[in-house]
């Protein structure tokens, strides 16, 4: 059974850092794409990032590029979203998710919870 | 960047009726559009995928079409589950996904 559980959410003050942590179990990890996708209080699901399977090409939406780093551990079957210099905008509950050949998401986590806030 | 708008923003329905979200791209994406429905509180669920396929185990009520810029969403026949938000997403850029802003389903 395919499982993507995230962690390293919490509450955190504006232009601190955070990591997040999505664990993958049930699939050969090394072998797919992974996704980041937030969603602020209230608001719509937002594409953030994506790292391809060897973690040598990532991309960003503009709003997170230069802030946040997307990286991934084959070895240890976990992507990373590194989180700097956060705003109150950011917060919002980050999904991992998994897509398929088409590029759709039947794969998602249960989502962390970041909170920017003073 | 393709930017996906969604219509309407919002929508009340009864138990029953057939009802339409559509979806439109900025630029042509093919038929890489998918669909999800989200409850409060949960990740998505994954509807459609390439335009018009089922995922598996979504009911037949469920169906997409469309491709090039225009894109629809129907549910044939309103259940009570199926009240929810539900979002279009763009797959045809590899470099940077793109969702619609959603549209809230709610009872009439």
Request: glycine share 10%; charged share 15%; aromatic share 12%.
């Amino acid at each position: 059974e395919v499982q993507l559980v995230e962690s390293g959410g919490g509450l955190v003050q504006p232009g601190g850092s955070l990591r997040l942590s999505c664990g993958a179990s049930g699939f050969t990890f090394s072998t797919y794409w992974m996704h980041w996708v937030r969603q602020a209080p209230g608001k719509g699901l937002v594409w953030v990032s994506r790292i391809n399977s060897d973690g040598t090409s990532t991309t960003y939406a503009d709003s997170v590029k230069g802030r946040f780093t997307i990286s991934r551990d084959n070895a240890k079957n976990t992507l990373y979203m590194q989180l700097n210099s956060l705003r109150a905008e950011d917060t919002a509950v980050y999904y991992c998710a998994r897509p398929q050949n088409s590029g759709s998401y039947y794969y998602w986590g249960q989502g962390t919870l970041v909170t920017v806030s003073s | 960047d393709i930017q996906m708008t969604q219509s309407p923003s919002s929508l009340s329905a009864s138990v029953g009726d057939r009802v339409t979200i559509t979806c439109r791209a900025s630029q042509s994406i093919s038929s890489y559009l998918n669909w999800y429905q989200q409850k409060p509180g949960k990740a998505p669920k994954l509807l459609i995928y390439a335009a018009s396929s089922l995922q598996n185990g979504v009911p037949s009520r469920f169906s997409g079409s469309g491709s090039g810029t225009d894109f629809t969403l129907t549910i044939s026949s309103l259940q009570p589950e199926d009240f929810a938000t539900y979002y279009c997403q763009q797959s045809y850029s590899t470099l940077m996904y793109t969702f619609g802003q959603g549209t809230k389903l709610e009872i009439k």
